[in-house]
């Protein structure tokens, strides 16, 4: 089965680009732009494999998704890759405390990002 990812980001251009990238190499993608939409759709959708979750949102941020997922019991076991523009050591720290499972700067780089995927689903 195809690994599905739900990229959570609220500018469509990050999900555009993400989404080209993800399905060439043979991912499943979803996407939304905002926090509660993607509580959502994981709690409808038991299948997805890893959530890549934009930290900085308006409304609900990441930090404060990845905190509803993890205290949610139909969904807290998907795997969590918090992405964020911000790359200061203490970023990656502050994302793994929320519950991330791993941390991706951006710009993404694809390489990364997809050792990431792999690594945790």
């Known amino acids: 089965m195809n690994k599905k990812i739900l990229i959570v980001d609220d500018d469509p251009r990050n999900i555009f680009a993400l989404k080209l990238t993800l399905k060439a190499r043979g991912y499943a993608v979803e996407s939304c732009t905002m926090a509660q939409d993607a509580l959502e759709m994981l709690k ?28 949610s019991r139909e969904i807290k076991h998907v795997p969590v890759i918090a992405v964020t523009a911000q790359a200061m050591p203490e970023d990656r720290q502050k994302c793994l405390e929320a519950g991330a499972d791993d941390y991706v700067s951006k710009p993404i780089d694809v390489d990364l990002l997809i050792m990431a995927i792999e690594k945790i689903s």
């Open 44 to 71: 409808t959708d038991p299948d997805f494999s890893v959530v890549l979750m934009d930290m900085m949102m308006p409304g609900i941020d990441g930090y404060e998704a990845i905190r509803m997922i993890r205290s």
